[in-house]
């Protein structure tokens, strides 16, 4: 007697198929679940850096157009300076970011620190946050712990271990999903698709 078939399909090789289908799901389920997750705390981190980005122009309007600088006369780095306008500390804080106790997941680029906006060739194209990691650092406290610096973190897996993606706030405000390769890291860091008709940016100028 011959095997039942449907579609021209026997039904232990549909059974066969099933099967082989169930177990690659049971095995890439995780995977797709992790990838959720982490597009979820990426999009946080974006809109804290958003919300960092509206505190950095508020603050600016306040001090003569100069962002904050690195460590003020009350002892706060640019996240104490900052917090008065935002008031609230997990904005602070990239929910991928391993670190535990009290941190903040951003640093300031050191070039804008106290800088005039008149300073920027294109404020579009200079970094003013980007993601790393300050520890022992609370911004609604006086602090000096706040990071600045001059160089792109290389090799960061925060968000996605195969691309090494970053979030970037920019000095005009917008956040952009940068690889730190993507990143001219260095004081007066050439812009090269923009050098000849701008001239050059300061450091963290997006390619």
């Known amino acids: 007697m011959s095997t039942p078939r449907l579609f021209g399909i026997s039904y ?7 099967i ?9 389920y995780p995977v797709f679940q992790k990838a959720r997750v982490s597009n979820s705390y990426h999009g946080s981190c974006r809109h804290n850096l958003m919300q960092l980005g509206l505190a950095f122009i508020q603050y600016s309007q306040d001090a003569d157009e100069r962002f904050p600088v690195g460590v003020n ?5 640019w996240a104490g300076q900052t917090y008065p306008y935002i008031k609230y500390t997990p904005v602070y804080r990239c929910p991928n970011d391993p670190t535990t106790g009290q941190f903040i997941s951003y640093a300031e680029n050191q070039s804008i620190a106290g800088a005039s906006q008149e300073t920027f060739t294109s404020i579009a194209h200079t970094v003013a946050l980007y993601e790393e990691t300050t520890l022992n650092c609370d911004p609604s406290t ?4 706040s990071a600045t ?16 993606g970053l979030n970037f706030l920019a000095a005009d405000g917008h956040v952009k ?18 050098a000849t008709a701008q001239g050059y940016l300061l450091t963290f100028a997006v390619k």
Do not use: Y
Not at 73 to 77: Q, S, T
């Open 73 to 77: 006369a009350l002892n706060n780095g």
């Open 20 to 28: 082989i289908v169930g177990v690659m799901f049971a095995i890439l």
């Open 142 to 145: 006086p602090e000096s712990n």
């Open 149 to 164: 610096g001059l160089t792109a973190p290389q090799g960061s897996t925060r968000h996605d271990p195969l691309t090494f």
């Open 177 to 194: 999903m940068c690889k730190p390769g993507q990143i001219s890291s260095g004081l007066h860091a050439v812009l090269p698709k923009q």
């Open 12 to 18: 232990k090789q549909m059974l066969a198929v099933l």
